[in-house]
């Protein structure tokens, strides 16, 4: 089945400091490719997605890439901000199949400094 | 306000008792899922419910039991048979199984004493 690798498990940047997480994947099947933000106490939020037909994505401050051949995908967050501030998991899945679970990383603890 | 609510926030119960976790949405959503969450752990999946009178087990069933009677409704049970249920506990939806984004309830956090 699918497994999903995260690093780090941890992070502290400066504010104003650009950020990088890292996943790998296990199954050259899988096509989604989610990243979810959890605060503490608090259910994961997500924050931005992408799928295999493309291989790279931006929303403001936030951009994932995707490399299928390598199989590795990557969250950039930059001119962090305290707020930023929480856990980050990535995720994988095969949508459209029977198979369609989220496979998840086992997070990152990002800790930004003003 | 549409979304997904979990009751309570928190819970105690002793060992050996049952108990059942809360998940309700109101987003029409046909699929839904319960995750398990561990410190320093990504989230496992217990079980998920692609349409109504429908229920898998996921990665970690073993001690645990749902139902899923009403579409909006998909209620956990632990059981004694879960053997370390001190978690956090995660539902959550999606419109249909297998093709959109996962929406996340704020989580029950159970303590077994």
């Known amino acids: 089945g699918e497994n999903v690798e995260q690093h780090p498990s941890t992070l502290s940047v400066q504010e104003g400091d650009s950020a990088v997480i890292k996943c790998t994947y296990s199954d050259s099947a899988s096509n989604y490719f989610p990243w979810y933000k959890q605060e503490l106490g608090k259910g994961p939020q997500l924050i931005i997605d992408i799928r295999s037909n493309v291989g790279e994505k931006k929303d403001q401050r936030i951009a994932v890439t995707l490399n299928k051949t390598a199989k590795h995908f990557s969250l950039h967050i930059t001119e962090t901000q305290p707020e930023d501030s929480a856990v980050y998991f990535c995720?994988?899945?095969?949508?459209?199949?029977?198979?369609?679970?989220?496979?998840f990383g086992k997070g990152t603890k990002l800790s930004v400094k003003p | 306000d549409g979304g997904i609510t979990q009751s309570p926030k928190y819970l105690f119960r002793k060992e050996g008792q049952n108990v059942t976790l809360s998940c309700e949405q109101n987003l029409n959503h046909d699929a839904m899922y319960w995750y398990r969450q561990d410190p320093g752990q990504g989230l496992r999946l217990i079980y998920y419910?692609?349409?109504?009178?429908?229920?898998q087990k996921g990665d970690i069933a073993e001690g645990y039991s749902v139902s899923r009677e009403k579409k909006e409704s998909f209620p956990l049970t632990v059981t004694s048979a879960q053997k370390n249920p001190t978690a956090f506990y995660l539902c959550?939806?999606?419109?249909?199984?297998?093709?959109?984004?996962?929406?996340f309830g704020p989580g029950t956090r159970l303590t077994v004493l």
């Open positions: 419910s692609q349409i109504v009178n429908d229920f």
């Open positions: 995720a994988a899945s095969i949508q459209g199949g029977s198979q369609g679970n989220l496979i």
């Open positions: 959550a939806s999606s419109p249909e199984f297998s093709y959109n984004e996962q929406f």
